[in-house]
């Protein structure tokens, strides 16, 4: 007998590998995949981004190697976690002695826990695929009241085409910790491939958590990333995103900020060419009063890339004294290059400071005379006025081995000088 | 240096605003325009410097042995030839430190000479914002953000000194400034004159020729230069506006 698949989500993950251990967070998933479609342009989160031709590709859970040394960050001097087509990779990886960081594979995180912690937050089906189907991924611990001595390195790489990464990952950033952690994501040879990732984490009490994440894949694969940080009273949380790889990006994040004093920061650039889409989903839940956030987004689109920004702030009725802060600015260089902005804020409360702003425009053509006429190329003050626009958010990143790398890459892939 | 021939000069929607200017330049002098608004002053400084949005008609501009016209904004200012604006541009994000860098560079590459070094760069930017008393910690911000109306017109002059042209147009530099600001300007540009440079002086008022002694002013009007005389001819103009010289030349 001949079965019938008519959910296209099961057919999408029916040859992926079962998992040996059905555990508590997989067997939800899995349930909750039955009832699911993929999304359609006719749901208002997922209006600009067309997933359609990508899901209807199949794609392969392929354990690969790969060589790091193209991948490593000189002078960063970090703990180096390695996955390869979402396996995590131990013999690649290494982890410097460090008394304030304890990394485990993910299956260690304690589901109970885990539940507890993510109840009532959102799902979508790459989520819960990742989730259902996930090769391997770290849980990370910044012990309590430590600062951690090394940056956490997390080294994405696609090797190999038509290939699905489900890496999944926690960091919990322990009471008074205070840690960075850098995400990047590559690909090689990985025409059609698929990066399909959950990181998620916990910052407790007092504690600093700061996220880098760069996604330079090649513009043939699909980067579906769903984040997940949850916020607890007087923390601090800082995630730069800063992309500009893949045929089609993602970047869904989200923050619950379930506590006093605290100030979530979030930043990103995106930088699109050619064909490339871009899409960066934010969401901002303060819960509690007295809080700050600060959210700034800006794009830079050339030839038919498309950017889509959709950044929404929710300040609960109970939320008082809240401070949030969102803007969304795009460049377009080319006038085939679109955005799509749509910045939103829910506010229940009424003692609150709020603003949010958007902008896309071209580049000051009165600018770029003025450069000229002083002696600067036409090519050279379009360079000069784009690393200005944008400089702002790299100046984000601390990290001067981490910037020195960002400089280069946009020194090398757009021609732009910081 | 700069000999202009019957230049005639058209905006973009075809309305012609220079109709036959003659101008000659010779190394070293100082050259002020003076005229009514709408005259054709500040179109002269952009159809000079290559703005966008200009169509030269006919007559030429020859610059040092080199037809100017034919040249893009940026190797015009390569050739030495420099504009201080009007309305200098504010460019959030830009230092004037690094811009002013990458256009040394740009220029000497074009000349085919080596790259300042670093400490010499460093030096010249001393020298030159001392010229002009604009504070150091102007000189490594946003190129005219945030800057107050004087500040804009000394960091025009502190780029000036930084390029070294061979010819400098100063389009109403003198326009806004209060008297502190306008002695401080007129003294740097005085710092820059040479026997090798040329400056042209565009402005309304002639008090900007008291601190600045032109060699020869014009009076542009209608887009022509309709008389040219010395100094003495800016205090005349002061005195009894622009009317009588059409007078003079109806009858």
Partial sequence: MELVLDNKVLEFVSDFKKPETISKVRKQALDALTGMDFPTTRVEEWKYT???????????????STNIEEYAIADLNAHQLVFVNGYYDESLSTILDDDAVSVQKIDEL????????????EENVFSLINKAYQ????????????????????????????VIANARHFVLAENGSKSEVIATFHSKNSANSFTNVVLEGHVESNASLTINKLQTEAKDVLHISNELFVQDESSNFLINTITTGAQLTRNGLDVIVEGENCHTEMN?????????????????DQLYSNCTSSESYKGVMDGKSVGVFNGKVIVRQDAQKIAAYQSNKNILLSKTASVNSKPELEIYADDVRCSHGSTIGELDQEAIYYLRSRGISAASA??????????????????????ADIDELFLNDFGWKF | MLTIK?????????????????????AGEVHAIMGPNGSGKSTLASVLAGKDGYEVTGGSVDFDGVDLLDLEAED??????????????????????NFLRTAINEIREYRKEDKMSAKDFLAKVKTASNLVELDSKLASRAVNVGFS??????????????????LAILDETDSGLDIDALRIVSEGVNKLRSEGRSIILITHYQRLLEYIQPDFVHVLNDGKIIKTGTKELALELEEKGYDWINEEIAQ
Avoid: C, W
């Avoid at chain 1, 990103?268 to 901002?284: F, K, R, S």
């Avoid at chain 2, 000069?9 to 000659?24: D, F, M, Y």
């Avoid at chain 2, 109306?149 to 390029?163: C, D, H, P, S, V």
């Fill in chain 1, 50 to 64: 067309r997933v359609a031709k990508y899901v209807k590709r199949k794609y392969k859970q392929t354990q690969a």
């Fill in chain 1, 110 to 121: 304690d589901e109970e826990y885990y539940s507890d912690l993510v109840d009532g937050t």
């Fill in chain 1, 135 to 162: 090769t391997g991924g770290v849980f990370i611990q910044i012990k309590k009241n430590k600062k951690a001595n090394h940056p956490i390195h997390m080294i994405h790489v696609l090797e190999g085409e038509e």
């Fill in chain 1, 268 to 284: 990103g650039a995106y930088l699109g060419t050619e064909n490339q889409h871009m899409d960066n989903h934010t969401l901002i």
């Fill in chain 1, 382 to 403: 379009k360079q000069l006025l784009v690393a200005g626009f944008i400089g702002d958010i790299l100046d984000k990143v601390e990290n001067e081995a981490l910037r």
């Fill in chain 2, 6 to 26: 019957n230049l005639h000069a058209s905006v973009e929607e075809g309305h012609e605003i220079l109709k036959g200017l003659n101008l000659g330049v010779k």
């Fill in chain 2, 76 to 97: 015009r200012a390569k050739e030495g030839l420099f504009l201080a604006f009007q309305y200098p541009v504010e460019i959030p994000g830009v230092s004037n430190i």
């Fill in chain 2, 149 to 166: 109306g004087g500040e804009k017109k000394r960091n025009e002059i502190f780029q000036m000194a930084m390029l070294e042209p061979k």
